[in-house]
Every structure is written in C-alpha cells, then in structure tokens.
C-alpha cells in the first residue's frame, strides 16, 4: 500500500539565510520551509534522496503564499554520479512539471497546495524550480517551498522504472470479484474510508494536508489509533473499531486547534508579545492535558510518554503505521551521506533551547509522565550516531580521550584497528551540519595524524589511509552554504598540508588541481581557487606535490569558468606564476596577437605581463602614441606657420631682387651709354643672382642646377635628403623619424621604440623591445639620432651636414657613393642660411612630395634646410 516516504535533501543550488532545504525534511504547522537567494538566477533546483528505492505514487507541493515560481520540473534517477562529479542532467528522467498560479486572486495570502499523481521508480527526486511570479511583496525575486511530501512503494530493482505494471493478485481478484457479485462500486462515497486494504489506498493521513495543519504531537497519536483501528477491524473487534474512529475525529480537530494556537503563540513571540505568548502556550497546556485524560480515562492511548513536537530530530520523513513502513536508514550510500541536526520546528525558538527546554519539561512533569529522551548512549560508537547532535559531539570527544590515553605497546593490530574506525567516524562526523559535531572532528582528525599515529609508530600508510579518506570529504565542506564551516573546513587542509606527517605525502596538491566543472558550485570552486593559491605560496612548485604542467592547465581550464570571480582568481594565478616561471607560463598560453587579446581575460594576462617585464602596456603605448601624434601635429602647425613667414619673406626678397634688377638694368643701360665714352678698362658691377644654380639642402652649386637639375639633385643625389622606401617619398634624412611615425601613409604600422625612440614596424617591435639590443638615444638638446646608422652625435644643424656629408661621416648614407663631384660649402652669408631670413633652426620643409614625373618644378625653390 502506498505511503509516505522518507527523504534527507542530498544538495540545492542556494537559500536564504534561515531559510536552508533541510527545512523541507520536516512536516509541521510552523515549518518555514526553503527559499531561494535573494535576485537569483533561474532555475534554482533541489535534490532529494529517499531512504529507499521506491516507485513513486503521489507527490505533493506546499507553495509559499507570494515566492511563487512559475513552473516547477520533476525529475528522477536511480543513483548519483561518483563523487566530486557534478550532477548530470542524463542521469535523471524527466517525469513532468506543473504550473503555479499566481495566487493574485487571493491577494497572496493563501498557499496553494498541488498534488501530482505518477509512476517512477528511483531513489533520487530533483525539483527545478523557474522564474517567480511577481508581486508586490515579492521583491526580492526569490521562489520557496513550505513542504513537499512524497508518497509511494517500496521497489525491488526487478520493477522497470517509469512503467505501469497493470497486475492483479489473486487477493485482489478475489475482492473485485465478491464486490461485483454484491453489487459494490468501489467509487461510492459511502465506502469512503474502508478500502484502506487495497493495494492503491492512500491513507488520508499521509497527505501533506494532514501534518501542515496538525500539531506534531497529537498526529503521532492519530497514526497510532489508526494502527488499532486496522488491527481492531482484522481482529473483527468492531466496537472498539468505531471508538477508535470517533477518538481519530475529536483528535483531529483537536490537532488542529493546538497546530493554530502554535501558530498564535509564535507569531507573538516574532512581536515581542511574550504576555500573549506566555497565555497562548498556557492555554495550550490546558486544553492538551484535558484531551490526553480524555484519551486515557477511555484507556485508548497507553501511559507510555509521547515524544513533544521540540524534541522532534530532523530526520527523514516516514510513516510508522504504513505495513510496508521500513525505519530510516542511519546512512545513506556514499558520497551523499548525510548527517542531519536535530533542529527544533520553531527556529525562532532555537535560539534559546535552554530555557524553553526547561519550560517544558516543568509542565510535562505536572501534567503527565514525562516525554521520551533518547537515552545517554552506552558507548561512543553508539553516540555518533545518535539523533542528538550533543551526543554525537560527546562521542568524538571521548573517543578523542581514548586515542590519547592509548597506552604504548598496545598490539600494532589492534592499534590499526581502532585508527581505521575512529577514521570512519571522523569521515561521518566531517559531513555533519552541526557545527560543534564538525568541530569535534577536526579536532579528533588532527589528533590523529599529528599524535596517535606518530607516537604509535603506524608509518605512512595509516597517515595516507587517514588523508585519503578524509580530504575529499572536507573539501566538500569547502563549498557549504555556511561560510563559518567553508572558512573552518579550508583553514583546516591548509593547516594540515603543511604538517611534516602529510606534505611528504603530496595527497592534497593533488586534489586540488583537479578540474573545475563547469557547473560546479560557486562556494566550492572560488574555495578551491583560493585554497590552490595559498598553498602554492607556501609550498611552491617543486618537490611539494605541485608542478608547474599541473597548475597551468588548471588555471588555464578555470578560466573558462561560468563564474567571473573563479576567472579572476585563475587571472591572478597565472600572474603569480609569471612572476616566478616567465618562460614556462607562456608555453601553455596562446601567442600574444590580436586575435588573443579581443579576448578581455587574455588582454589582461598578457598586460599584467607587460608590467612584471616593465614594458609599457597596450594602453600606455597608445597613450604614448597619441602623445607623439598631438606633438607631431603641433609641429607641423609650427612648421607651416613658419613656412608661411618665410614664403613671405621670399617674396619681400624676390620684390626686392626684382626692383634691384630693374635699377640695375637701368644702371646698365646708362651705363653701357656711358661706357661708350669712358676709357674701356672701367671694372663691371657684380651680379647679385647668388641663389642661382644652388643645393639649399647640402649647399652644392652647380651650373647644371636649374629648376629641372635641382629636381634631379633631390631626387637622387642630395646627401642630405632620402626617399622614403613606404610611400616613395622625399624627406630629409633628419626628420626620417618623424615621417615614418605621423607624416607616411604607412604610419599606422610603426611604432616607436621607448629606448632608441626611432620607428620600428609594429610586428617586430615586441621583439625588438625584449632583446633590448638597440642603442638607447639621448635628448635632443645633447645629441641628435642619425635613422640610417643608429649612431649619437652631436647636436646642432652643421652637425647633421658633417654626419651625412663628411669623410668619415655617416657609412649608411647610399647617396654618397653617387657623388662624383662636389663644390665647397658657401662662406658665412653666401650660402643657404642667408636666404632664411632669420629662421635659423625651424624645421621647415622637411617633406618634399614627388609626383609621377619626378618633383614639381615650383616645388625645389619652397624648401629650406634644416
């Protein structure tokens, strides 16, 4: 016959603080049950773990009155990965969902109550819940769940999951066939209530209607009459049948009344109210003591004392009058075992047990015997597992005694023995939520390695066995909801890590370069993450369990992470590595391009690189760049401002030039009048045309530099001057730098060298940078950068004309092997620098362009030297 079937909550993705899964597992008017994180993201999912295989019947759902999610999935499964495998969605069969409606028509003051009828087989039940409906008392955007209760069969592993077996047993024909010949229908509401012995009965109270509305107590007593009940009908003993049903009636309502004055006196408690809640709780006493003398002057309940709803463990759920009713199982199949703490249904009330305890146990004593206990256990292995958290810590603690007083020379056998039980302890301990239990464990743990197995001489194998058995387990911790346990469970591997006993092991480096799934916990891998950097900085990565192949790919593997802070972890992992192992790291990275850095997590690596090395980084290259770029734009303004001032110039000479060879035209027409009469030895007046025929550049003069000779002399012979190999054109080897960075139509593929400061190509900068072979410039004002050969030397403009021009000059310049003939320089105010007007030093016409034909005519008489 179905029935209800126990669960413990094997895992959820979250809850609220106060608001645990764990809530579900009990059954209880005041019950608060389970809500999701606070702006969660959606689904949220719940595991269960039933205390046996079963075929499932009914399930039932409790929704809050406004949490509300939209929709909400089933899924089964038989078992669970292995351990430390996240769980897989193909190892759980979908079964169905139902929808929640938005309870706006009661204004969200009632809780909606969904029963879903199915057939599956399977041990493990996951929940995932969906997007909450939204209200305006919702507005946090979480979703809950007050209650679910499962109800169904115990299943051999013969039974095929997910089939309706449509069988008949010789019993059940036999019914069917006597209610046919008796004109029977099994539907008639007068039967109501009597096919309880038919094998797809489901007691009314196994719904989940039934304890959300019952106080605990008085439906422990329900279950127990309706026990009689069937047993009375067997037995044919009809009388005391009918009694027993009218007694279930009357405790009904008064299960009820009691449930709804628990509610009262808890309200009044959460306001402070302690007057109401001192009558409420009073009133309550009456009316129960009053009730249960009813029951025994009517001799239908025994005097043995009756467990009160406080002292309640929080335990798989079962029913005890079910005939295929199995007790929970103390353990559960690894690596899922879990221990439970025995929590109050209250947990407002949980924060003071000591003097509600002491309330109730005054009362009990005056009304009535007195509630069971669970007995002291007799020994310590019976303690451990005991539903009674400070038993189970007692326990610890006397068998952590036992291990310390351990005399020597005790058989190594025995020895062994009673290391490898405490062990299995401490592993059940370890899982404990309670955390005074889990405290005990660490503690016996520690012990253990550091005190009994060293004073007993076991060896390393015994210390191995006691690592390897409990390590992973505390890691699990390491991801608890609880960041006070999270915080214990790491600081403890840390601190045993680096114990002599254990780092000669390397156990624990191992497990925690494991790689992170995908899905697994936030909690769990940002622990792990931060567990792996610390130890890295105590042990390192040689001799100690970690090499440098192990953590790489586990970085690298974390950084593609679902969650950003495990990424940004992985990040600052790397870099520390980096700092340490510079070759090493960059064989497991992809090549630092382009294509690497669109990715953000790459173009952060390799800029933290950047300045470990201490080379400027992208952003301070380009910054520097666009410096270099607005300086570039601000002298060329300089430049053409200064051009325009010495056009004008010129054309004041040229006026000038001009007005004096109109004189001297007329002077030398009178005076070729003149010289008709005077003697004929009379000297001629010079000619002023000193421009003629001359390099403005170099300062050569020669008589075939006419406008098309000097475009020659530009273009291929000028020493001063080079043709840009980029964009062909003709620039002053002094400003070949300059170009190449802000003037050339290839600029965008320079860069500049931060130690030479000469324009290097974009794709060989970084290697040109890190052999740091380059010769490092000086500042402009003690000497100029020849771009050609590399050299320093020294400042000034006549420099640069005896670098490029002289004997032992620059041996990079090509030009100068062209050269077959060259006049001197002109004396102070006969050459170029006269034709300035002033502008000595302004870098003017530094780019002279050359179009298809060779240079523009107009273009040679422009331009100045530097």
Not at 176 to 192: C, S, V
Request: hydrophobic share 35%; glycine share 4%.
């Amino acid at each position: 016959m179905p029935h209800k079937i126990g669960f413990v909550v094997v895992s959820s993705s979250g809850h609220e603080d106060g608001f645990s899964a764990r809530e579900l597992m009990i059954h209880a008017p005041t019950v608060s049950g389970w809500r999701s994180p606070r702006f969660c993201q959606f689904p949220q999912e719940i595991v269960l773990q039933m205390v046996e295989r079963c075929r499932i019947r009914k399930l039932q759902l409790l929704a809050h009155q406004y949490m509300i999610p939209s929709k909400v999935e089933f899924y089964i499964s038989e078992s669970l990965p292995e351990y430390f495998t996240p769980y897989q969605a193909e190892r759980f069969r979908r079964l169905g969902y139902v929808s929640l409606c938005d309870n706006e028509k009661t204004g969200c003051k009632a809780r909606e109550l969904k029963s879903v009828y199915v057939d599956a087989v399977g041990q493990f039940l996951k929940l995932i819940f969906h997007q909450n409906h939204v209200n305006k008392y919702n507005v946090y955007n979480q979703v809950a769940l007050v209650a679910v209760n499962i109800i169904g069969d115990p299943a051999d592993f013969g039974d095929e999951s997910n089939i309706i077996l449509s069988r008949t047993s010789p019993q059940t024909s036999r019914e069917k066939l006597i209610d046919h010949y008796l004109g029977h229908n099994a539907e008639d509401p007068a039967l109501e209530g009597t096919c309880s012995g038919k094998s797809d009965y489901i007691s009314p109270l196994d719904d989940l209607a039934f304890d959300m509305y019952q106080d605990p107590e008085v439906a422990q007593i329900i279950r127990r009459l309706d026990e009689r009940k069937r047993e009375a009908v067997q037995k044919e003993r009809y009388d005391y049948a009918k009694k027993l049903k009218q007694a279930i009636a009357d405790l009904q309502k008064v299960g009820e009344r009691l449930g709804r004055y628990e509610v009262e006196k808890r309200c009044a408690v959460e306001k402070e109210d302690y007057d109401l809640a001192k009558e409420k709780k009073q009133q309550m006493e009456r009316f129960r003591s009053r009730v249960y003398e009813q029951l025994q002057l009517h001799e239908l309940v025994d005097t043995e004392p009756m467990r009160r709803p406080l002292d309640l463990p929080l335990q798989p759920l079962a029913c005890p009058s079910s005939p295929h009713h199995q007790p929970p199982m103390r353990s559960l199949p690894q690596p899922e075992e879990r221990v439970t703490e025995n929590r109050r249904a209250d947990p407002f009330l949980q924060e003071k047990p000591s003097s509600h305890r002491l309330d109730v146990s005054q009362r009990l004593t005056v009304d009535r015997p007195p509630p069971a206990t669970e007995p002291p256990p007799k020994t310590h292995v019976a303690g451990a597992y005991s539903r009674t958290w400070s038993h189970r810590e007692d326990a610890l603690l006397t068998l952590h005694k036992q291990l310390t007083d351990t005399p020597l020379g005790t058989p190594k056998e025995d020895l062994k023995s009673t290391l490898r039980a405490a062990v299995f302890l401490v592993r059940r301990a370890i899982r404990d939520i309670v955390t005074p239990v889990f405290q005990a464990s660490l503690k016996l743990l520690k012990m253990i390695i550091t005190q009994y197995i060293p004073k007993h001489k076991l060896g390393r194998l015994e210390t191995a066995h006691c690592v390897e058995r409990t390590i992973p387990v505390l890691l699990t911790r390491t991801g608890d909801s609880s960041a006070r346990l999270r915080v214990m469970a790491s600081n403890f591997i840390q601190e045993i890590a680096l114990f002599k006993e254990v780092k000669s092991l390397q156990v624990i480096p191992s497990y925690l370069v494991q790689p992170l799934k995908a899905n697994s916990s936030t909690h769990l891998a940002m622990s792990q993450m931060a567990l792996l950097a610390r130890l890295l900085r105590d042990l390192g990565t040689e001799g100690a369990g970690f090499t440098m192949d192990s953590v790489m790919r586990f970085s690298v593997q974390a950084l593609e992470h679902r969650v950003r802070e495990v990424r940004e972890a992985a990040v600052g992992m790397i870099l520390d590595l980096y700092a340490q192992h510079r070759a090493l790291v960059l064989e497991y990275l992809p090549p630092d391009d382009s294509t690497t850095r669109r990715n953000v997590l790459y173009k952060t690596i390799f800029e933290g690189f950047a300045k470990i090395d201490g080379r400027p980084t992208d952003a301070e290259m380009r910054a520097q760049k666009r410096a270099a770029a607005e300086e570039a734009e601000k002298r060329k303004k300089e430049e053409i401002k200064a051009l325009q001032g010495q056009l004008a110039a010129l054309k004041e000479m040229q006026a000038e030039v001009q007005e004096k060879e109109s004189e001297a035209t007329k002077a030398k027409n009178q005076d070729t009048q003149e010289r008709k009469a005077a003697p004929p030895n009379a000297p001629e007046i010079p000619d002023n045309h000193y421009l003629d025929n001359l390099c403005i550049f170099c300062g050569e003069r020669n008589e075939s530099f006419t406008e098309e000779g000097l475009d020659l002399h530009y273009w291929k012979h000028c020493l001063m001057l080079t043709r840009c190999e980029h964009c062909r054109q003709v620039v002053e080897i002094s400003s070949l730098t300059e170009h190449l960075l802000t003037e050339c139509d290839q600029k965008d593929g320079f860069g500049r060298c931060y130690r030479c400061s000469e324009a290097i190509s974009k794709e060989e900068l970084p290697r040109h940078v890190k052999t740091r072979d380059c010769n490092p410039a000086k500042s402009e004002k003690l000497a100029n950068r020849c771009p050609l050969c590399h050299e320093n030397f020294s400042p000034g403009e006549e420099a640069w004309k005896a670098h490029l021009m002289g004997p032992a000059g620059c041996t990079m310049n090509l030009r100068r092997t062209h050269v077959l003939h060259k006049t001197p320089v002109l004396p102070p105010g006969k050459g170029p620098a006269a034709t300035r007007a002033g502008t000595s030093g302004s870098k003017v016409g530094s780019k002279i362009p050359t179009p298809k034909g060779g240079l523009s005519k107009s273009s040679s008489r422009t331009y100045t030297k530097r």
